[in-house]
């Protein structure tokens, strides 16, 4: 396997420097929490190796919505980021057939591509309002597919999936004797339902997921697999062990005592997101230069600039990121038309928000010299 930085990494705020943007619309969380905040007693943490699994009662917390997953179903990792690493590298061989929706978060189409697998790419358009057909995606499926990869809610759209959808589609990846990794990084992030965990659905489905985007917390790198199925979990084990033993029992606790106040946390989180939604709604509906499809879930819309416009791309971006010291997502962040920019709307306060929404509108312009 190969390695190779990926301009979604490169570009980060955290690699560009927070001190050097004034308007933040590129992340894809909420708010990132303040330590002293959560008012946490640590004083009795003894900082040894934590169980390879990860810390039991944080494990039996993220199970406990669900009546067939247990916590033994759970593996703790470094952020969705490495549970998503280790599944891919688990799973594929060069030349496997796996099916990944896209656009993606780079990193599920990156590690099966470095992989050297054979990645059939589904295709989500801008003018199906992104949705995913399940029918179509299963039909990719063929003998030996090791598995199908989607994003639910997904990221960069936003776009959700009706529950009886998602089941349909774990019927057939049954059927068809595959696997189906949903990576659910956004789910209680949905504004009109929230979808199962994935996990509880069949012993063929993977979820994974993590602290980082709908708590504020990826400081702490909080991530985890789920899985019903002993021989996959085996297998995923054995790959964590390999990498890096076992979690930070820092984390670990932290994360715990975290979620222990999680209904407390959550209703204040979804409040805040309804809100700064609104916000983008109310721009999108005054700005006749972008067209978007509506997300259904996450802090995260991937707007376009109207393609009819003949913009000069490079010059408009230069202008935002430069003159304007404003970050979006740009569609090559997910080897993407660059017409499109993810518009992150869950991390900036609302005056840096509407701030940033009338920078694009204004770099618009002074590009077009409208
Ligand atoms: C859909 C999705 N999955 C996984 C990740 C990885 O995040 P983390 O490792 O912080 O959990 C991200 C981060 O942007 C994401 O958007």
Redesign the pocket.
Known sequence: MRYRRMPIEIESPEQLGYNAIACNLAE?SVTDVRFADLNLDLSKLVLMYSDHYGKPELRALLTQESNVLWPEHVLMT?????A?FIIATSLLQPGDHVVVVYPN?A??IETPRQIGADIELHTLSFEDGWALDVDALAARIRPGTKYVSI?LPH?PTGMMLPESDLRRLVHMIEQKNTLLLV?E??REMGYASVLPLAASLSDRVIG?S?L??TYGL?GI?M?WLMTQNPALMELFLAAKEQIFISGSVLDEEVAYQYLREKPAHLARIKADIARKFALVRDWMAEEPLMQWAEPQGGVVCFPRIRPDLNINLDAFYEQLNGHYKTQTGPGHWFEADRHHMRVGFGWPGDEEMKAGLSNISSALRDVLGA
């Open positions: 894809s470094v952020g969705a980021a490495a998503l978060y990193t599920n994003t990221n990576d990084t956004y994974v993590s980082s985007k990826p790198r991530g």
